[in-house]
């Protein structure tokens, strides 16, 4: 179970919710030992593995409600800025800003700064050209960084 | 903002690194716009990977089907260990029939013999000198021509053919055994030899032991 920690990774970054990240996770584990008869070895393992979580995470994001995406103090249990030391006050504001980039964007993002993956890797997992990948990531970086601004959180 | 993202993925080159200075020393704009990138991208390289819940094995644990790995690992070994029965038997077979036959067309050579009319003979030579005796037979079938060796000999024998620009060698035919006893036969179709001698020679232990030539007509 060496990828447990990366895909459950992936999938708290895609849903800001530990409780939502373990349904992920472990759907996804259980989607890729069932049809691990469809897993073409001309792909990385990983980037398939990836793949599944992330069009879970996505279903995941698409059965809630609007309100729910946005709302990060209702869907984790953190505590608020003002009662986080300096360090997890930039990681609660990088959290907050990731819910705020449309999920298409944040997919990139998570892929490519929280997972470390290249962009090959990531162009294999969404099944994407990697010109793609780049522009998406670059817009994704752009309106993180626009809402991080507009908040003074950077 | 290409060139900052670029610098951003560490894909610049020294000139579109100079570039991108010259560009930030004239666009201030440009420049906080790069700063405020970096900052945002160390924040995010810097986000800490967080242990999965333990519960998260065993739920997947849990919700695997139920296959009883020993069952399957049984089952899957007992189906190698008759496949290599089957085999080994096949092997067996194989050599034992060799032994006793000796070395046999290959089964596209059997298949096109099979498939033919009657083989028509073209050439034929006797073979009877110390060590070696019988025939070797120049034939014409529905693949071509080939060239049918009936050899005796008390000790293995090579044969070398050479026609025009080609020369091939046979192996060992014949097998040890008391001289008369086996006649093994090497059949060679499909060869191109219309209208030359070919010229046989018979070694054994690279000794030169007899020599034959067959004479391949023109045209089919």
Redesign the interface.
Known sequence: MRYQKPVFNVALRMLRNPEDALDVAQTTFLKAFEHLGDYDPAFRFYSWLYRIAINESLNALALRKPSEELDGKALDEAPGPDRLAEGDQALHAIEDGLMHVSPELRTVIVLRHIAQLSYQDIAEALGLPEKTVKSRLHSAREQLRAHLSRSGAI | ??LI?AE??GELDSARRGELARLLLVDPQAHA?RD??Q???R???????????P???D??LE???PAPPARVYKASFARWRLAALFAGVLTATAIVYETLQGPTPGSRETAGTMAADVPITVDSVALNRAGITGRATLYRDKTGLGIALDVSAAEPVDVLIATGSQSFRIKGLSSPRPAGSTHQTVALPGVRMQGQDIDLSFLIGERMVDRATLHAPSGR
Not at chain 2, 43 to 53: F, I, S, Y
């Open positions: 903002m290409a993202h951003l993925d716009l405020q990138l900052a945002l991208c924040r995010l390289d810097a986000v800490r990977q967080v242990e999965p819940p519960q998260l094995q739920s997947i919700r695997l089907p």
